[in-house]
């Protein structure tokens, strides 16, 4: 079986790099060392062209380290890859791979795995209603990044899952989404009510405002969010417009990553089994979605401790 296209351009930059280093007098185990991290970390992040590369966020590093902690890997295994990620990314920077170094506030994890910061319940009510009042002010793109967000949320997937989504893959009748994620894997995640009005309206307005005036209006593509110009939305486009969002509602700095990690928090919080939302997030590995159980339970201790007349808190 020949090789793929992703898996010649992982191999091709992979060499790129380790020919970088070659002039730095690393011993032969270290420069391996770098190689299987840098391979590991692209392989695990599915990132397979030069595009995927550019829009890689600190939150998709974060997880990365997290997933290999989850795996009960050393701490000292830990820091290593992150110092490959870094070293990477440094090189990529230089090269012009990438407009901005990610890994520069790149740390190990640390006993606990660490995820991104989530919203509580009411934050992001909050940010879906700010949503909602900026689509019916900003046109065709309000009205994408509304829906944007409420998908997100309601279903927990990945930012480059909801760019990668066709119309084909929504099925607003049974209210339902089929994603392909990581390594192939296909799931199909439920969406609510206010998501899928949310979709309907951007299609039936927004979207169709686009394709009308845009340059590939005679052959528009399938896909489900589209940019300004009528091509299909980029990873880093929907990261900015999460981002920017989130600062209008005044809820913190949260992207796509942290709202996903929110959906699932909250789920959790909602009484949801954890298997449910590990088929949910599309995680192959239990222990990865088991990290949401400590974020729900630090939760349920601060309540506890501030409601509770017998806690043992000082007032």
Partial sequence: MGMSDAQQW???IVKDFDESLVGEGLAVNTRKAYQSDVTDMLT??????ASEL???????????????LDKGEARASIARRGASAKRFFRWAHTRGLVERDCSVRL???????????VLSQPEALTMMEQSLVLAAQSGPLGLRD???VELIYATAIRVSEAVALDL????MGQRQVRVLGKGGKERVVPFGLPAAEALETWIAEGRTEIIRTSPKAGNPPPALFLGS????LGARQARDAVHRLASVAQVGDIGPHGLRHSAATHLLEGGADLRSVQEILGHSSLATTQRYTHVS?????????????RSGSED
Avoid at 229 to 232: C, F, H, N, V
Avoid at 297 to 309: E, G
């Fill in 54 to 68: 550019a829009a890689v966020a600190l939150d998709d590093l974060r997880e990365w380290l997290a997933i290999h």
């Fill in 297 to 309: 339970a630090d939760r349920l201790w601060s309540t506890y401790a501030t409601a509770h007349p």
């Fill in 107 to 117: 740390r190990s994890p640390s006993v606990r795995p660490s995820i991104p910061d």
């Fill in 10 to 12: 992982r191999q091709e």
């Fill in 44 to 49: 695990t992040l599915h990132i397979d062209s």
């Fill in 229 to 232: 110009r009528g091509l299909r």
């Fill in 146 to 148: 509304h829906a944007l």
């Fill in 168 to 171: 084909d893959d929504v099925d």
